[in-house]
């Protein structure tokens, strides 16, 4: 059975949820069986390649980038809705070679399962939803915002009243606001035009590594919340239609630090598991 179809079958059944790091960070089976079956298909093809999978780096794997080509999953993003049977749950795959962190991704794929909706991108080729070509809107002015933060909710709102109270005379103006509770989903929705502005706080790599090229290659821009180039291992991200609307989200947004995913890579080096292990 393909692996969508796997999840799309314990959608609708009864999960056993297991806490990770917090209340709201839950892995069910069916993460953990998505995870391993892409790993040991990718090994089988490519046997020297590298990977960097949520629940492995859960299980005690090193997030460590190197010249390998590396491949980042999330094997369902959004397991709260999974868990929940709220119809956004995604995989997240992305691709890339050579220690790339602020570059884009050589390709990235989102595949919206119970939608049905496959968003998928190349380096400069495009991107592209279930084959259609995908483009940002390209808004400077009133923004559909889509914010998350995996912290408390003061700084998300202090974010958002930042956001909606910006006085007509300045840029942009925030009109609405949505959050699908899959970071993967609601950054593509930004490459299709549907929002002009995503920003995040506290996610993970696997989180965004696919959504962020596909946004790129859609047209859009990508930063980190500091207005900095894009990195991916900084748990920090602004999405946006144009560089105006994401610099102007960056000046209200209260950014703050969040400690790196690749920031134990030394640790791993010396003596870490660093043997991908699920
Ligand atoms: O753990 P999961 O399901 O892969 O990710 C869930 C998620 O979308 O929810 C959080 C808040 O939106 C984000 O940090 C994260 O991307
Ligand atoms: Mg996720
Ligand atoms: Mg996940």
Redo the contacts with the bound molecule.
Sequence with gaps: MCFPQIILNAFKQQKQVHLKSSQ????TET?LRVETILKSAIRDKYPVHRFIG?ESVAAGECVELTDSPTWII?P???????VHRFPFVAISIAFTVNKQVKAPMEFGIVYSCVEDKLFYAQKGRGAFLNGEPLNASGQEGGITCEP???DDDEVRWQGLSGLCCIPDDMLCVCFSVR?L????V?MCQVATGGADAYY?I???C???AASSIIVQEAGGVVMDTDGSPFDMMSRRVIAASSTAVANRISQVIQAFPCRRDDEDQCRCICGGKGVNSV
């Excluded at 369902?76 to 999974?82: L, P, R, S, V, W």
């Excluded at 509770?181 to 993967?184: I, P, R």
Aim: glycine share 10%; hydrophobic share 40%.
């Design positions: 709201a960070d839950l892995v993460d949520e999330d369902i993003d959004g397991t709260a809705n999974f998350d933060s995996d959050a509770g899959t970071a993967a609601d995040h506290g996610m993970h696997w989180d965004i």
